[in-house]
């Protein structure tokens, strides 16, 4: 090729590179600054603020920039000059709801199965199918989900949660467990030629790899790391190789939440320090005992027990009809008994997102008093995720997280599931 460049090209090549400069270096997209709308006034019939069992007659709400600015009653507030107001007649307002054991990747097992969602359908299917399921849970009054797990989607919770966090799509704030952690070969899918490598649910770990694995978690993003401490067989990690994530885990401020269906692995879960027990079917007098003693919630989940023998066509609604709710409403009694915190999570995913709101109504069928349930899906379910300095009260300061429902939820539970307005950090999601 020749040296040789005329005069002419040389000013072709000069304008071009004027007009259309070398791309620069690609940056990441810049975030937005967090905008409120303007002050909002809420005047409801009543105020149940997620703490006192009996609610607030003739009090207002005020939301100012994204938090609560003030509450009380209305002669002894000063409103905001310019204040919207929003008229909640015959409702309460409450503090969004707290689901404690969610699995936002996960749909209904009448749809599909759980071993065809995790070995045949795409991650990004599982993902779109997500973010269907976080709008449906946050119009449902659930305004923060702790997502124990995403069953075969790798870390999909984790840009999940931080779609929510920039505003990319709507739902509730999240805590995520990413891939939990199971035993080898206790988990599943299962049942395949042994020298066939299935990819499973969770990720498998023992003994000294437990420390590894339960680390690299917390470093992709795990805000709470969950193991598998049983399966329907019995234990399958003993106390001490819980111990081992439990130690872990601490000393990155991080909680643990302990899958446990039996006796064994109740008992070795609360032995090893976990923060909250998942389920615990299996619990009888003296788990629960070790359990209050040991400051271990309950996260009881008895809407999966109905949902999984609806689907399987073993059992009814209700008590009454399913008796695998039946053994779960029974060890929910007795750790109400031995005093145990109870905490509100559903196990939503196998059944229908946004029908959280079912398990508050199974909680109080099971003996609980309706306040009991709200506090356990508000202000102790704040507590146990250590969450109570940003939400689960109606209190100044904290985030404008609130719902109204229709009705006196603290005579009538059902209410929880009559969502007629959903604020966010002050932002609306749904209005009356």
Known sequence: MSRNVSVPLVLTLAVLVAFYPAPSPAQPPRRSPTS??????????????????????????????????AAGPAADLKIPEGARSIELPGMTLMPGMIDCHSHVLLHQYDEASWEDQVLKEPLALRVARATNHLRADLLAGFTTLRDLGTEGAGYADVGLKQAVEQGI???????????????????????????????????????????????????????????????????????????????????????????????????????AGVATIEHGDGGDAEVFQLMARRGVALCPTLTIN???????????????????????????????????????????????????????????????????????????????????????????????DLIAVEGDPTRDIAAVRRVRLVLKEGTPHREP
């Open 169 to 271: 799509i709507p739902g509730p704030r999240l805590l995520v467990a990413t891939r939990a952690i199971v035993a080898t070969r206790t988990y599943a899918p299962s049942g395949f030629a042994p020298e066939l490598q299935i990819p499973q649910g969770a990720e498998e770990a023992d003994g000294e790899s437990l420390r590894r694995v339960a680390r690299d978690q917390i470093g992709r993003g795990a805000d709470v790391v969950k193991i598998y401490a049983d399966n329907a067989q019995g234990a399958t990690f003993s106390a001490d190789e819980i111990k081992v994530v439990v130690e872990v885990a601490r000393l990155a401020g991080r909680p643990v939440a302990a899958h446990a269906t039996t006796r064994p692995g109740m008992l070795n879960a609360a032995n």
């Open 306 to 400: 109905e949902a999984l023998g609806r689907v399987r066509g073993e059992e009814g609604n209700g008590v009454a009809g399913s008796p695998r709710l039946a053994k779960a409403t029974l060890a929910l009694r007795e750790a109400l008994k031995a005093g145990v915190t109870i905490i509100n999570g559903s196990d939503v995913g196998p059944f229908r997102h946004g029908e959280g709101g079912r398990e508050l109504q199974l909680m109080v069928e099971a003996g609980m008093p309706a306040p009991d349930a709200l506090r356990a899906a508000t202000s102790v379910a704040a507590r146990v995720l250590k969450v109570d300095d940003k939400v689960g009260a109606i209190k100044p300061g904290l985030l404008a």
């Open 36 to 69: 409120h709308p303007p002050a909002v006034v809420l005047r409801p019939a009543r105020v149940f603020d997620g703490v006192a069992a009996e609610p607030r007659v003739g009090w207002v709400v005020v939301v100012e920039d994204g938090k609560i600015a």
